[in-house]
């Protein structure tokens, strides 16, 4: 069953991210957001990058209101981004979103990363809560990167998706390439398979005590595969990879000694 | 393509958690876990429940060993699971481990909280790194509930996955009721459908300023549904859930409208 919404009013659309609430992205996103709706916009106080579905279970949570921004209402939360969702729907909003959206991030979120992505961790609340959400992703760390050429994506998914709706359970995390010409084609793919390795730089304090600070580089599993979102990218294609909340297994015939006694 | 492993050591284990370094549910893991390998724990520092797969990106790391338990070697580092798993390997462990056991953890870890759980962030991490993952979790939030009824479960399981290895991909879910008497089954179910509701107590500072605490309680969509791992729970079985971490979803007919210019 879709979950399109059924409301005749102007749809609602709560706007979140994980780069925090004066990033360039999220800005660039409601710009672009105002016009399909309503945005009200609940974003972490800080960057909060890397912090997946993170719930904040044992520290309070305060919601600051900020400036409207080209209409749209403006809140930072010193939490998660999953905290932003759970907290916007119980506390800011007055009736649940017509559609959430998350981003424009800053960096990619193709293969493993959805796992670990906090711009995911909104969307899969959104889903979560029962709202059709989409995260976007441009493949670059730059805080001054181009987020314009994400915006004719976002437009054709939101008014999509607005219309449509999305299956039950499903999200979608849409990345959009950084580099070359402005991208012209999108794709449903799949997040590839692959693995971070070398993952730590190591230090040794003045004290003479080890520290290690996350690093690594991505190892493609599957670069070849044309049908991935890794491959997409890489050819200048916007990847589109419809993403599962629920997380049980289907095929269980390898499992089959569990429940032997 | 299972991932068993394939030496003929003595099975290499690392443990891991999200309720920190001093829960007496990883010390009865690792008392148990002793008679099957040589077992090496890296615990969070303190408490870390509901950190998902957030993984720590802007701080050090720092690893502390701690004395040895039952002829366990005991580690904390100051970050999430995933951290634990991901520096265990890189900086701890002299080699890849023969599999990943995570709790037990003080508290359920079945329907949505699988999404939240550290418990889980730290065996899907595991299975990111291909070893086989499984996550214990005891119904109770009590630090005092009786973890001894897991240990027949916790035995069962770990042997079986020794031999038999695990699906790429898949990590097991385990979840052991803590009410009534001591379970006598182990089912393999689904994550039953259901959300939580009323999630913020709201409260007042000195000040006059408003704050909120995350609470709730869980509602299921599918009470009567024999499938599921809250069903099992409340009629005295342990729930054993394979879990995915890839994320891609299959049915994409609803969709098609996206790859539509």
Chains 1, 2 share one sequence.
């Not at 706007?15 to 409601?30: K, M, Q």
């Not at 729907?89 to 193709?110: C, E, F, Q, T």
């Not at 004719?152 to 039950?168: C, D, Q, R, Y």
Request: glycine letters at 8%; aromatic letters at 6%.
């Amino acid at each position: 069953m879709n979950n399109k919404p059924i409301t005749d009013k102007r749809p609602l659309i709560l706007v979140s991210n994980d780069d925090g609430i004066t990033a360039n992205g999220v800005h660039e996103l409601v710009d672009c957001l105002v016009k399909f709706g309503d945005v009200v916009t609940v974003c972490p106080d800080a960057p909060r990058s890397g912090q997946s579905m993170a719930i904040t279970v044992n520290t309070p949570l305060r919601i600051d209101r900020l400036d409207d921004f080209q209409g749209a209402k403006m809140y930072k939360i010193n939490g998660t981004p999953v905290d932003c969702i759970k907290l916007a729907m119980y506390a800011v909003l007055d009736r649940k979103p017509d559609l959430v959206v998350s981003g424009i991030n800053h960096g990619s979120n193709a293969a493993i990363n959805v796992v670990y992505s906090g711009t995911m961790g909104a969307a899969f609340e959104g889903c979560a809560l029962g709202v059709p959400s989409i995260a976007f992703s441009l493949t670059s760390h730059d805080p001054d990167a181009d987020m314009k050429r994400c915006i004719p994506f976002v437009e054709k998914l939101v008014s999509g998706v607005l219309e449509h709706g999305l299956p039950e359970g499903v999200c979608l995390n849409v990345n959009i390439p950084a580099k070359g010409a402005a991208p012209e084609e999108m794709r449903l793919t799949k997040g590839c398979k692959g693995k971070w390795t070398d993952e730590y730089q190591e230090y040794t304090d003045p004290q003479g005590k080890k520290f290690w600070w996350l690093t690594g580089s991505f190892e493609n599993d599957e670069p070849n595969n044309e049908d991935t979102d890794e491959w997409c990218l890489a050819h200048g294609i916007v990847s589109v990879v419809p993403t599962l909340l629920y997380r049980t297994a289907i095929d269980l015939s390898s499992l089959e000694w569990i429940e032997k006694q």
